[in-house]
Nanobody, 119 residues
C-alpha cells in the first residue's frame, strides 16, 4: 500500500486547509485510515481516523474544527481543517492499517505534508 498526501501549506490563524491522501496498491488490505501529526518538540499524535464503515474519531483538540472523510471509490481520504490555530502547525502524515488505528502504530505511512499556521 502506498499513501500520498497533498494539500498542506501556510495559512493564517482562523483559516482553512484541506488535506488529501490517495492510496494505491493493495488497498483491499486497508481497514482504517487516518492522520497523524508531529510538530516541533511535541510527540506524534493521532489527529483523526475513519474506518471502512465510516466510524470516525478525533483527538480532543480538533473536535468541532476538523472533519475526516473517505471516498472509497477513489481510495482517497480527506481532512478538512477549519479555524486553524498556530498549535495545529505540524507535519501531517496519512496512515492506514489492516485492522485498526485504535492501538499501536499504523501499518502504512505517507511521507507527510507540512501545515504552518501563523498568528
Amino acid at each position: 500500500v502506498q499513501l500520498v498526501e497533498s494539500g498542506g501549506g501556510s495559512v493564517q490563524a482562523g483559516g482553512s486547509l484541506r488535506l488529501s491522501c490517495t492510496a494505491s496498491g493493495d488497498t483491499f488490505l486497508i481497514a482504517a485510515m487516518g492522520w497523524y501529526r508531529q510538530g516541533p518538540g511535541v510527540p506524534r499524535e493521532l489527529v483523526a481516523a475513519i474506518t471502512n464503515d465510516g466510524r470516525t474519531n478525533y483527538t480532543d483538540s480538533v473536535k468541532g474544527r476538523f472533519a475526516i472523510a473517505r471516498d472509497g471509490a477513489e481510495n482517497t481520504m480527506y481532512l478538512q481543517m477549519n479555524a486553524l490555530k498556530p498549535e495545529d502547525s505540524a507535519t501531517y502524515y496519512c496512515c492506514a492499517d489492516m485492522i485498526s488505528l485504535d492501538w499501536g502504530l499504523p501499518d502504512y505511512w505517507g511521507r507527510g505534508t507540512r501545515v504552518t499556521v501563523s498568528s
